[in-house]
């Protein structure tokens, strides 16, 4: 059965923090990661990761992919209070129409 | 550009009714997926539907949920004679092409209570 572990579960740091999550996967097939942000609503689009060792950047956030271990990191730096969410760390499997998900890291920036 | 639209947001039900969860797709998508968000667990697929067919129906439990997305109008979970157990909250996400590999996105959710 394809599993994708998110660790930590929940993490509490003060804004200007710089913060790294993990997604580990044991899948068949592995097509893409995906990184989604979910507050109290839907969850939104971060980064797709194809290719390993090639890092995405989107202003603060940055996510890398390794293979070969089977990881993905998800850093953001400068933490502010508006980073508070639960990350989702997902990967493409297979014919790659479903996303696997993992239970996600609940993220709280306080000042 | 209206993003992915599902309704009811908040949807209560006695046991042994039957729930209607909508989900309209962004303009211009003809693929959509249903997951299911336990508590306290990630999200887990239920099933993938193009225009009039359903492509991948894996996630899906045998008996009382069924899913259909017409020719015309939204997409359709229903849920036939709810269970408690079936309280979560249900998104529908879309995407453009056939999807293999392309990011999904996203509607707000319909939260199912089952009393």
């Known amino acids: 059965e394809d599993k994708v572990v998110q660790s930590p579960l929940s993490l509490v740091v003060h804004e200007g923090d710089t913060v790294t999550l993990n997604c580990s996967y044991e899948?068949?097939?592995?097509?893409?990661l995906l990184w989604y942000k979910q507050e109290k609503k839907a969850p939104t689009f971060l980064f797709m990761l194809?290719?390993?060792?090639i890092e995405k950047k989107s202003g603060r956030l940055s996510s890398i992919l390794d293979k070969k271990e089977l990881f993905s990191i998800l850093n953001i730096t400068a933490t502010q209070t508006g980073d508070s969410a639960v990350y989702l760390c997902a990967v493409y499997t297979g014919g790659g129409n479903k996303l696997t998900f993992g239970t996600g890291t609940q993220l709280k920036v306080e000042l | 550009n209206a993003g992915v639209m599902q309704n009811p947001r908040h949807l209560v039900r006695r046991r042994g009714q039957e729930a209607r969860l909508r989900c309209s797709p962004m303009k211009g998508h003809s693929h959509v997926y249903w997951y299911r968000q336990l508590p306290e667990e990630g999200l887990k697929f239920m099933v993938y539907l193009q225009k009039e067919n359903i492509i991948d129906e894996s996630g899906m439990p045998k008996e009382r949920f069924s899913a259909e997305f017409p020719k015309e109008g939204p997409s359709i979970l229903r849920i036939q004679q709810v269970v408690r157990g079936d309280s979560a909250a249900y998104f529908c996400?879309?995407?453009?092409?056939?999807?293999?590999?392309?990011?999904?996105?996203f509607g707000p959710g319909t939260r199912l209570t089952v009393l």
């Open positions: 996400a879309s995407s453009g092409t056939s999807a293999a590999y392309n990011e999904q996105f």
């Open positions: 899948v068949t097939n592995f097509r893409s």
């Open positions: 194809t290719s390993s060792g």
